[in-house]
T-cell receptor
């Protein structure tokens, strides 16, 4: 079945460091891919998405490119801030009728000032 | 902005109680979902619904049921709460292609 694998955390970085969180997927067909973020005490928020191969999703300085050849959707940010500390979830959806989204297990990110 | 509202942020219930978790969305979305979130396990789908009075089992439906009598409201029911149902419960709704989540209900069963 479809699945998402993302790097385990926690990831700890200093402010202004470069961030990469790896995500790979297994799916039949051409799913849409997402990154969600969960700040402490809150629900998940959609951070960015890409719906087809070579699409780049971007938001708040974060980027991820849909790589069909490597089945990957790695999240990157050039200069992280303390306020980026959160849990990040990679996810996919086959956009079938039921619209289910399959999530990775999440990566906790700590940014030190 | 779409709003998904979960009725309680924190709940404490006793073993064996019947528990209702309520979720309401205000954007006429067809699809609604209930997940639970546990450390190390990520989000696991309990039930979902793509229309009024329709429901489908997710990956871990045992011990739960749902009700969707109106399009905007999707209720999760724990028929007889057990300690292993202590968790964070997240509701989401979507038109298609991306969910909007509620803030979550942290349920503790003692």
């Amino acid at each position: 079945g479809d699945s998402v694998t993302q790097m385990e955390g926690p990831v700890t970085l200093s402010e202004e460091a470069f961030l990469t969180i790896n995500c790979t997927y297994t799916a039949t067909g051409y799913p849409s891919l997402f990154w969600y973020v969960q700040y402490p005490g809150e629900g998940l928020q959609l951070l960015l998405k890409a719906t087809k191969a070579d699409d780049k999703g971007s938001n708040k300085g974060f980027e991820a490119t849909y790589r069909k050849e490597t089945t990957s959707f790695h999240l990157e940010k050039g200069s992280v801030q303390v306020s980026d500390s959160a849990v990040y979830f990679c996810a996919l959806s086959a956009l079938n009728r039921d619209d289910k989204i399959i999530f990775g297990k999440g990566t906790r990110l700590h940014i030190l000032p | 902005d779409v709003k998904v509202t979960q009725s309680s942020r924190y709940l404490v219930k006793r073993t064996g109680e019947k528990v209702f978790l309520e979720c309401v969305q205000d954007m006429d979305h067809e699809n609604m979902f209930w997940y639970r979130q546990d450390p190390g396990l990520g989000l696991r789908l309990i039930y979902f619904s793509y229309d009024v009075k329709m429901k489908e089992k997710g990956d871990i439906p045992e011990g739960y049921s749902v009700s969707r009598e109106k399009k905007e409201r999707f209720s999760l029911i724990l028929e007889s709460a057990s300690t292993n149902q202590t968790s964070m419960y997240l509701c989401a709704s979507s038109p298609r292609g991306g969910y909007t989540f509620g803030s979550g209900t942290r349920l503790t069963v003692v």
